[in-house]
């Protein structure tokens, strides 16, 4: 894979990066944007780091950075270019600030300029590659001794499901041969995907934030795999995902279940959770090994938010998924994110249904 092609000028961005004062980096709360930021900050030193849920930027938000001032604004693993508009606010109250966002979403906007470096291999083609892939790569044709840290670059592409990215896995099987064997997915880096989620799971932001200052202090992957918390977290995380595993397969036999729906003749499932954990795209990504073709929808209540959570899969790519959450939530809640994996939130899950399933039988 010829990744240069996606950074059209790695002068500009390492420039951008080493830029003194002021320095604030935003990242994606899961396996691909932690690992990102780790790669970042561990060679880009001084950044105030914060995790975040998505891209959406209200004025809160835009108030917090405009009042911070800051000299390089960097987000990471965040389709902030659909929020150009806030973007283009804060850039014209802080006309020296320089902006970088490197992403590999499905992009609405190129925001690249004088003062804004944009990466997304979705401007050069259609491909999946996760951010902790690009930040690798990055850092080494920049030419930093980036090897020794492959292995955080390999945890977020599993995480994330990056199998296109050979080119590093490879890599990592001959430097780290240990930690990755054949199959991406059952590993001792796997388990390193898991206790990732396993801490946002557990801790929203707080367990993402502990994460990353362990990342930042490892060495090697035991200092980090081998944390007696992180591994309590995970061994609690696992028990409730065999535990709604187990529940899917036992609703899945039933004529009328009022949490599993399995329509064959369109390819679709639903499948609504019992669970205070956010485990939504675990469970939706575990089911897409059974269910390869199929729609995987799987939805959570979340009382507060005054509605439901849903993790869309489909890795066949039958259908786009982004698109079709996007569609489907408009006036009910929002959606967006991959092709094969997507997410949305709705505030009647009726209506949502039964357009998904209009959608769907409108597909055949």
Known sequence: MNAKKYFKDLKKLREFLDTEGNRMLFY????????????????????????????????????????????ILVFLDMPVDVEHEELKRILRKLPKMKLVIIDHHIYERDMNSK??????????????????????????????????????STIGIIGDYGVECKDVLDETRKEFPELLGKDMFKSRLTEGAEIINAAATMYGYKGIDQVLES?????????????????????????????????????????????VQVHKDIGLIFYLMNTDLSLSSSISTLLTKDYHDYVILIMRKVAEEGGYKISARCQSGRVDVAALMKKVTKGIGGGGGHAK??????????IFKSRIIREMKSLL
């Open 341 to 350: 994996a997507a997410g949305a939130f709705t505030s009647d899950l009726g």
């Open 115 to 152: 003062n804004v470096v944009h990466v997304n291999p979705m401007m050069h083609e259609d491909i999946y590659i996760p951010v902790s892939y690009l930040t690798y790569k990055m850092l080494e044709f920049m030419k930093f001794p980036v090897k020794p840290d492959i292995w955080i």
């Open 28 to 71: 994606h709360a899961d396996a691909d944007g932690v690992c990102s930021a780790a790669l970042i900050a561990r060679y880009f030193d001084r950044f105030q780091t914060q995790s975040r849920k998505g891209p959406r930027m209200d004025s809160k938000f835009v108030k917090y950075i405009i009042e911070r001032r800051p000299d």
């Open 215 to 259: 990342l930042l202090k490892a060495r090697t992957y035991d200092d980090f795999g081998e944390t007696s918390k992180f591994k309590k977290w995970n061994v609690h995380v696992n028990k409730e995902i065999k535990k709604l595993l187990r529940a899917f397969k036992l609703e899945e036999k039933k004529t009328n279940s009022d949490t």
